[in-house]
């Protein structure tokens, strides 16, 4: 099942753009009409998908900012793609051929390397493993980890301020970031990709085109930070027998050794014996599956002593207060990457289930616990039989609160459970002051979430910012707010 948009009448200029475009960019990096392949215009969860008016694939900001210009001209919206993965609709064009999908994907250099000063210079298609490749051979850690590193891209990272499993030591991508190249949607350049730590001239403006969802200008290139690589990691699986002893040991961890700790992800029940689904020796985990709930935590240290005995220590006192029931501290690379595989399996094996409700929320870490069990309890109550998977980052609030629907629901059922569990999630963390999206964004899925929610001074704020980027309203028409900037497209 998927979610087609807005299914209007191609509009009759369509070609003629297409044309211009293939004589800006060759003929080879413009596709239109049935030509557009597949892979552009869907995403990975297979939720949203489009048919663009042409997909575009320039190969430099010069070459962006002409495309741009040329769909203003022609009053056509674009949509900046990156790795497919926002999951919230936010890169796909709607299904009218009424967009232009400007694909970064040639634009994966490299382009610099600042050892001294931490820091490198990237262009916007760079795939996040990629980069993490590039530090790593320089001798240093670009830290943004998320289980879609090897395919999603720098410029998608940036635009949607990403998470991911580090955010409690290294800070969302927007912490990540010195420096960013934008085209405006007139195809003017906005250019400040210098490396400094210190810069209190007037507005950060590049701070605006973090977290923006591709709505202010087209990403092209960033400066990120890098971080010292980890010469200790050591890695712990610990099994609970609730959600509320995860979050004592969480408290605990952080009280005795917060400073070290890259990594505090949780792991209900349900979502390991998912993720066992997946794996091809779910015997060897049987033990740890028997219990309630998981973490898979991370220590890490640049220099200094050996964390080895110190966290066995830590382990020990932790089973022997009964806050953890059972454990394993992986003893080597392989055993580290093996429970790593658990949790990427986890996210994989829900996607083969199809389609599933899918939340990403924060409320403050205190209340993690008793939003998890409020959650799966009216999960239980509105939908009987659905199987809640309750997992997420506890070092930052955040949880994913996602239901598999029960087998066999009829026609009415299929159609409008996943709206309604949406909105008793979303009234869950009203409840606590949350955010009903903590990594992911709004994209199309969450905008009218977000509209109840955002207040009235925000959103004209918001409004006249976008007003100011993107008059015309030609970039990610319709992303986050509606009716923002102008005509909608
Ligand atoms: C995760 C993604 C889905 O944490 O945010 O697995
Ligand atoms: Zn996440």
Redesign the pocket.
Known sequence: METRLDDDAAQPAGGELAARLGALLGAQQVFAGDAVPERYCRDWSGDYAGVPLAVIRPANADEVAAALRLCAAAGVGVIPQGGHTG?VGGGTADAGHRQVVLSLERMNRIRSVDPLGMSMVVEAGCVLQAVKDAADECGYLFPLA??AQGSCQIGGNLSTNA??VNVLRYGMMRNLVLGVEAVLPDGRVFSDLRALRKNNTGLDLKQLFIGAEGTLGVVTAATLKLFPKPRWVETLWLSAGSVDAIMAIYGRLQREGGELLSAFELITAPCLALALELDPNPQAWRALAAHPAHALIEFSASGGPDLGPWVGTLVADLLDAGLALDGLHAQSGAQAAAMWRIRERM?EAQQRRGKHLRT?VSVPIAAMAELVARFEAAAAAALPGAQPLSY??VGDGNA?LNVLPPPGLDAAAAADWIPRLTGIVNELVDDYGGSISA??GIGLSKRAAFEARVPAVQRELMERIKTAFDPAALLSPERILPRTGGQPR
């Open positions: 999951l998320l289980g998470g991911g996210v990403d997420g980052h994913h990594e992911h």
